[in-house]
């Protein structure tokens, strides 16, 4: 008689409890990171239960949103892993050779970790990140390769959430929209104190920063005082004396009762009160002003005479203050310079004077070698606003449009081409009497400017000396065989700036790049005999975007999606992550019946 041997089958099975469902998302909304915590070894990374966790991380109640840099997630083979690593593009590295402010990604900072130093990072010098979660308790071992954590939603519900290596999910951030109802709410999260104290108690900053007032000193006297930038203020334009300096310019109106007693006593008459003082280099040179190390003079680059009373005429007043400061990151001002204008006034009952002030500010480099290096639009791709780069003979520069003056004739000046904003402009040109030829060349000069642009630059950041990184731009000319007329002259009257563009890169980081420009040009024609003394000229420019848009990814799965309700041998019923009380016993009979059949078979 055989005797029947008694097979082990191993099974492994996972149950879930009745009202257990999965709640997938692309992100962990309303979740904060709690005190469990994924622990991977080399066995596939189990989960650990909640009294096996070692680590523990007090919740955040009322977060609304998962904040990953909180979160150190690991890796398999117990490897740290950077959710946030920067970026090989660097869109916000805009001047070349120092450091931009907040820009995570600007290797001449030479920050290891810049989220230590900057109190923000720009968008675009990091990547997004994007977490894909399901319900906690469904999950029995992980063995994901990617960074994975638990995190707890608003509802008190856990979920096991894995960081998602998707760069089609890298999308743009929408702007927030602020309304009435959201406006208070946000300026008291964002907002400060409207004016701060110039001087504190405290120990003075080592370097200045953006805003900072520029202090300067008065030797003849050991007075530490303010550089000051007049502004108008009220209907009139007064000038307001106690305005800081600022990188703008500003405009203002001086009234005078007794103009002839004021020329010469009158200190913002005279051209010496605006470079009699010194500038301090850092504002911790306060605490020791007199060191020469410290001070940087006003240097005068132009002609200023004092103010001299000549009879019924007040000569020498200054009219225009211009100051060019060059700065040299943490290390200060490192040179001061100031430009006057003067006029003269006659000496009148109810006299005026308009003054401008304008404030410069440059980096130290660019009065060096380094004033070589050309300014970015971007980096690599075109910011909106920024200049069109044109080059000519390995000289780069903006393309311009026509400026007019007051009267309508076309200016010396001209209007820069801004990268994404069509425009438009015109003016008077005045013809001098020559020949059909040189009046042709002498307009087409007028429009396109000095010198002709020959190339555009493809991206904002393209090098003069590589000529790959700028294209060609096509030129169509006025045809001379569309008029029937030998004593006629065709001179070109209009200049259109076509400028084909589009985004090319990644959906997270997409970069504006120059596809294609040409100068579409219209002409009339004019009688050899006509005495055309000007001639009305115009110049627009109009930029196409002709991005090819990707086809959108597959959506992330929804939190309200559910399993069947029948799904064999386990019945389910889901009820928005709250467990039923109801247990149903018959599944666990049809198993164990179909587990005895099995067994019987391999007996007989």
């Known amino acids: 008689m055989r005797t029947p041997q008694l097979a082990l089958l191993q099974v492994f099975f996972l149950v879930f409890p009745d009202g257990v469902r999965p709640q997938p998302s692309s992100s962990p909304s309303g979740a904060v990171p709690t005190s469990l915590e994924l622990q991977r070894g080399t066995d596939g990374g189990t989960l650990q239960s909640p009294s096996e966790a070692t680590a523990t991380r007090p919740a955040v109640p009322g977060l609304p949103t998962v904040v990953p840099t909180l979160v150190t997630p690991s890796a398999p083979g117990n490897r ?14 805009l001047t070349p050779g120092a450091c931009d402010i ?42 994901s390769p990617f960074p994975s954590r638990v995190f707890m ?72 005082s303010l550089l000051r930038q007049p502004a108008g203020v009220g209907a009139g334009g007064l000038c307001a004396e106690s305005n800081p300096a600022e990188s703008k310019s500003t405009t203002c109106t001086r009234f005078f009762k007794n103009l002839a007693s004021s020329c010469t006593l009158d200190s913002a008459l005279n051209a010496a009160s605006y470079y009699n003082f010194t500038v301090l280099k850092v504002p911790r040179s306060m605490t020791d002003p007199q060191n020469m190390e410290f001070q940087v003079p006003v240097i005068l680059t132009s002609q200023a005479n004092a103010p001299l009373l000549a009879g019924n005429t007040c000569q020498n007043v200054v009219s225009q203050v211009t100051y060019e400061i060059e700065t040299n990151g943490t290390f200060g001002i490192q040179k001061v ?30 009065s060096t070698a380094a004033s070589l290096t050309s300014p970015r ?20 520069y ?7 003056q007051g009267n309508g004739s076309c200016s010396v000046k001209r209007h820069e081409v801004q990268f994404g904003v069509n425009a438009i402009s015109g003016c008077k040109l005045r013809l001098k009497k020559a020949d059909c030829s040189h009046l042709q060349q002498e307009i087409y000069q007028t429009l396109h400017g000095r010198p002709r642009p020959e190339y555009v630059a493809i991206f904002g950041n393209a090098d003069p000396a590589q000529k790959g990184g700028w294209t060609r731009i096509l030129n169509r000319h006025c045809s001379i065989s569309a008029i029937n007329c030998t004593s006629c002259c065709l001179i070109p009257v209009s200049l259109e700036i076509q400028v084909l563009w589009a985004y090319v890169g990644l959906l997270s980081n997409p970069q504006a790049h120059v596809s294609g420009v040409r100068f579409l040009y219209q002409c009339q024609s004019i009688q050899d005999s006509q005495q055309v003394t000007e001639v009305s000229l115009t110049t627009l420019v109009n930029f196409v975007d002709i991005t090819q848009k990707p086809q959108p990814p597959r959506g992330q799965p929804k939190m309200d999606w559910k399993w069947p309700f029948d799904f064999f041998p386990f019945k389910v019923a889901f009820s928005r992550g709250v467990f039923s009380q109801k247990c149903s016993v018959s599944p666990i009979l049809i198993l164990c019946l179909l587990l005895l059949g099995v067994l019987n078979l391999e007996t007989m």
């Open 80 to 93: 740290t892993v950077d959710l946030f690593p920067v970026l090989p593009i660097c869109v916000c590295d």
């Open 377 to 396: 639009s971007g980096n690599p791709g075109y910011i909106v606003g920024k200049p069109l780069l044109a080059l000519t003979d390995d000289i780069s």
């Open 102 to 143: 907040n820009c995570c990604c600007d290797r001449d900072c030479y920050l290891l970790h810049p989220r230590t130093v900057f109190s923000f990072c720009l968008p675009g010098s990091v990547r997004s990140s994007s977490w894909v979660c399901v319900d906690n308790s469904v999950i029995f071992r992980s063995n």
């Open 398 to 404: 903006s393309m311009t449009l026509l400026q007019s």
């Open 153 to 224: 939603d608003s509802n008190g519900i856990r979920q096991f959430c894995v960081h998602v290596n998707n760069s089609n999910l890298n999308y743009f951030q929408k702007l927030q929209k602020v309304n009435a109802t959201n406006f208070q709410a946000l300026a008291a999260e964002f907002g400060g104190e409207s004016f701060t104290s110039t001087f504190q108690t405290q120990s003075p900053p080592s370097f200045y920063r953006a805003g900072d007032p520029i202090l300067t000193y008065f030797p003849k006297w050991s007075v530490i």
């Open 337 to 366: 310079s100031v430009s006057l204008g003067q006029t003269n006034l006659t000496v009148e009952p109810g006299a005026s004077l308009q003054q401008h002030f304008i404030l410069r500010f440059r980096a130290f480099q660019q």
